[in-house]
Structures are given as C-alpha cells and as structure tokens.
C-alpha cells in the first residue's frame, strides 16, 4: 500500500487564486510527521511546512498551511494569493516514527499558475 | 539557508565507466541521504547514513555504493554506468536532533544522463 498518495497529477490555479493540494497517507505510528516540498524545474527540493502527528494547531507558514485531518489521514497544502512563480512541483512526505527520519514522498502534484 | 552542495551538476558520460557524484554540507549534520528521481516523479531513498562510518540501503534497490569517511562527506559511486542509470541524484541531510520542523536540506541536485 501507498504510503503517501497524492491524487492529482497536474493542477492549475489562476493568478492570486487559493489552490488546494491534496495528500493522504498511510501509517499505523502514533508518532510522525508530513511535509511539504516544492520542486522548481531547476530541480531542487525547497521545504515548505511541516506538521507533527501531535501538533493540535494547523501548520501555517506566511501564504502556506497545512490542512491536518487527523482522523481521515489527510494532510492537504493550501497555497494562498497564487504567484507565477508558485508554478512547480510538490511533494508531499511523511516521516513515521522518531529517530530515524526517514521520509517517504509522494508522487506530486504539478502546479502550473495561469495569468 | 541550506549550505548542502552536489557537484557536478550535470553529468553526460558513457556506458560502463565509473563516476563518483560528490556531495557535502556544512551544517555538521550527522544524517545524510541519497535518492534517486527520475523526472516528473517521486524520490526514491537509495542510500542513507546516520554518521561517520554508518550506511544503510535505502527503500529502492541501487547499484551504487556510498561512503561516510567525513561527517560533512558523502559520495556516492558506480562502478560501471549503464544507460539504466540516467536519472537526478539528490543528497539531503538532516540534524540528528529532534527540534521542529525536522525537515531534511537538500542539495541542488546531479542530473547524470549515461549513453
């Protein structure tokens, strides 16, 4: 099973617009975290916002934050004011347990801005 | 800012030869990551270390090999390239400590294409 399913391929947004992208994941720790990356296509992997499995509040970081539903395992990226130079990729990732950090990613979402 | 750095970037070299792509960080992280992405998709964690002298494989089975001599070192090698190969490497690393966002720095990445 997935442990981290992003279901859209490809999004579009107009300019200044709110967009929502989607992630769910899979896991039966108690302990975890979920994270966002944006992939220009330069290539490199930029963090955007994190959210911790114990984290009560949702995670926001200036027009980013983080949609946490615990219970439906959700943990969706809204994009607030879309900006041309939000077009990318993004990744949603999820590390399980403590100590390790290893993190699994998924398979993103490209968003593609429109003026 | 990350000060987590691949080289080369770009990397055209013929079937069968050895390539050895070099990553660094000056964050004095103990953990360091490979992954491998081909383009438009997920990442996929070939290699990781938790210190000096400490590799583990990753998730997705890889031909390569890595070494840890250096806590701020960690390269990776193939000994006999094949056209299979081609794809973008990206190193990370992460600080061992546990303080939010436990996020992992990323190189720029070695997008390495093999004929």
């Known amino acids: 099973a997935q442990k981290i399913t992003q279901t859209q391929p490809g999004m579009f947004v107009q300019e200044k617009e709110a967009v929502t992208l989607d992630c769910t994941y899979d896991t039966s720790d108690q302990s975890y975290g979920l994270f966002w990356y944006k992939q220009p296509s330069s290539g490199e992997m930029i963090f955007l916002i994190y959210q911790g499995s114990y984290d009560e509040q949702n995670a926001t970081e200036g027009r980013y934050s983080l949609n946490f539903q615990k219970a439906r395992k959700s943990a969706n990226l809204v994009i607030s004011a879309s900006q041309l130079g939000d077009s990318a990729m993004y990744f949603c990732?999820?590390?399980?347990?403590?100590?390790?950090?290893?993190?699994?990613f998924g398979t993103g979402t490209k968003l593609q801005v429109i003026p | 800012e990350a000060d987590i750095y691949q080289t080369p970037r770009y990397l055209v070299i013929g079937t069968g030869k050895k390539i050895t792509l070099e990553c660094s960080q000056t964050m004095g992280h103990d953990k360091m990551y490979w992954y491998q992405q081909d383009p438009g998709m997920e990442l996929h964690l070939i290699h990781y270390s938790y210190g000096v002298n400490s590799t583990e494989k990753g998730d997705l089975s890889s031909e390569s090999t890595v070494s840890r001599i250096r806590t701020e070192h960690f390269p990776l090698t193939l000994e006999s390239a094949r056209p299979s190969h081609t794809s973008q490497y990206l190193c990370?690393?992460?600080?061992?400590?546990?303080?939010?966002?436990?996020?992992?720095?990323f190189g720029p990445g070695t997008r390495l294409t093999v004929l």
């Open positions: 990370a690393s992460s600080d061992r400590r546990e303080l939010p966002p436990p996020e992992q720095f």
């Open positions: 990732a999820m590390r399980e347990g403590g100590g390790y950090q290893k993190v699994t």
